[in-house]
């Protein structure tokens, strides 16, 4: 998408204009539009993402867009985004649309709206309708400087939600890691990949057992920026990589493996907020590890009952081989704790079901004991848009995970399944403070919503992005 800055005076011609009003008809920028629309406003009330199209004489486009940005009193930087991508979704079919920027709402939010609503991913042959040039108008010079940075955001987003979206055939644990050698290429990143010989080496026992049964090889990623080489502090960030889910011996039903390519989503958003912060100069040093594998059902696949060792020496009892994100996330997170220094270690992973029971699909549970980096992480939330809800760990059920044979039993029953998961995956986390995101709802949604006009959306690397200019 091509993107340009101007005023509406001295604007260039378009296919469309978008002119935001407050509900009850009130102008949402300084000009005065309503004398020039060829028919009054009629039954258009400003309502939060309402549109109707209205043409006029005499100005450089022959057609505008009337906007709906709700009650005026009630703005908010979310009821942009929505009100924007709504003018998106009702002009895709132009080529070239021109944007009004309202006064006092969020420079972040109004972008946010248009871009990211703007992003198409299909195999069909047919290819989606897309905007190919947008024009803001209405900006501050000062907030013209901002606009750099909120397109790089954007595009990691989109970068996200396409290998979300990708067939899991072509997204492998070597795709992802020859994405991460990319990257790395095109900022000050240095990536490292963790092939089945090295994870035999390192002995990461967790991560070669769920990928036993696959055609293809796990791996473990390593994407680290070092923005500030004098500082101790080390934020490990580690997203879970399983390509695909079939739950292995204990198989999912058909209709629960439909949705499993976007089981990688952690990697891919861990991979892309560690490239952010590269692209983005801050001052942090941060790193990304990325445990990929695909867990699939073959006469190698590791077995329900038996036990393996992890990384450190930790043995895990399994008792449901489609619990396995669990299993590559300990791996990883024992080897951040054990040779990178962390200053904490957070992780994300679309893990359990209970959690979209909790929280449905538009919020993600994290668990900490640490009340600082939740503080820290709710104030991203609410800066960034993508919603988190703190969970509890509750550590009386920490019980259901003792085993008769191992160290640890890697499930403990379907009650308070996903606070078990949390507090299992304390214990690879040593004396490090740790988060434990889980965001099975908000990263692959059942069907598109306001700016997210397919299934994956990208969820957490705004987070991440906010989380991380925080730390500087």
Known sequence: MKLSLGSFENRKPSDVVVLPFWEGGQEAFSFSAKKKLSAPLGDFKGKQGETELAYWDGEPEPRALLLGLGPKDKV?????????????RALKKYKKVSFVFPHTASVKAFFEGIFLTNYAFTYATEPQALI???????LDKKDTTLLT?????????????????ANADDVTPQMLAQTALTLSKSSNLTATIFDRKKLEAEKMGLILAVGRGAAVDPCLIQLSY????????????????????????????????????????GAATVLHAVHQAAALKLKINVTALA????????????????????????????????????LVLADAISYAAKNLKPSCIIDFATLT??????????????????????????????ASGDLLWRMPMHTDYRDALKSDIADIIHTGGKDGSAIKA????????GNVPFVHVDFAGPTFLTKPKHYNPTKATGFGVRLLVEFLENQQ
Request: one cysteine or more; hydrophobic letters at 40%; glycine letters at 10%.
């Open 76 to 88: 908010s930087a979310e009821s942009v985004r929505r009100a924007f991508a709504a003018a998106v």
């Open 132 to 138: 190919d040039e947008v024009v803001l108008l209405g």
């Open 149 to 165: 940075k909120f397109e790089s955001i954007c595009q990691g987003i989109s970068a996200v939600r396409s290998l979300v979206n």
């Open 226 to 265: 070092k923005g500030n080489p004098s500082s101790k502090e080390h934020i490990v960030l580690v997203g879970k990589g399983i390509t695909y889910d079939t739950g292995g011996l204990s198989i999912k039903t058909a209709d629960g493996m439909v949705t499993m390519k976007s089981d990688m989503a």
């Open 291 to 326: 445990p990929c594998a695909e867990n699939a059902v073959d006469a190698k696949s590791y077995k329900p009952g038996d036990v393996y060792t992890g990384y450190g020496g930790k043995t895990v009892e399994i008792n449901n081989t489609d619990a396995e994100g669990r």
């Open 353 to 382: 079901g209970a959690i979209i029971i909790a929280l449905g699909e538009e919020i993600a549970g994290f668990f900490t004991k640490d009340d600082k980096l939740a503080d820290k992480l709710l104030a991203a939330s609410a």
């Open 422 to 429: 949390a507090l299992f995956l304390q214990e690879f986390a």
